[in-house]
């Protein structure tokens, strides 16, 4: 922000440029908590290989995959993408926390 922008601020201005600048940096932190814990998980993942025989060694830690384009998908199969995301999102936190149980209602 100029400094004349900021003399020609409202105080209500200034607080919405604070209240955004906090909102981004509360983002920023939780983005690289989550980049932390899936380090974690990886490592994890790959020292129990080494002492495990049933376990095996991460091949791909990121699961990276090519991103959907849904401009020329239907709103089914829109929603039948957004549900095996979920289902994915799911098991890795199924896995991560060491539940071996399906989740209940299904």
Partial sequence: MSRRNFMHSTMSD???????????KENEAKELEFKAWL??????????????????????PLN????????????????DAQEQALKKLDLMARMALGVKDEPQGE
Avoid: C, H, W
Avoid at 14 to 24: H, L, N, S
Avoid at 64 to 76: C, L
């Fill in 64 to 79: 990276r995959e090519e991103p959907i384009n849904i401009e020329n998908m239907t709103e089914d199969e829109i929603i």
């Fill in 14 to 24: 200034i607080r919405q440029r604070i209240k955004v600048y906090r909102e981004d």
């Fill in 39 to 60: 380090s974690g998980l990886y490592v994890r993942s790959a020292i129990t290989s080494a002492f495990s025989k049933k376990s095996k060694y991460p091949e791909d």
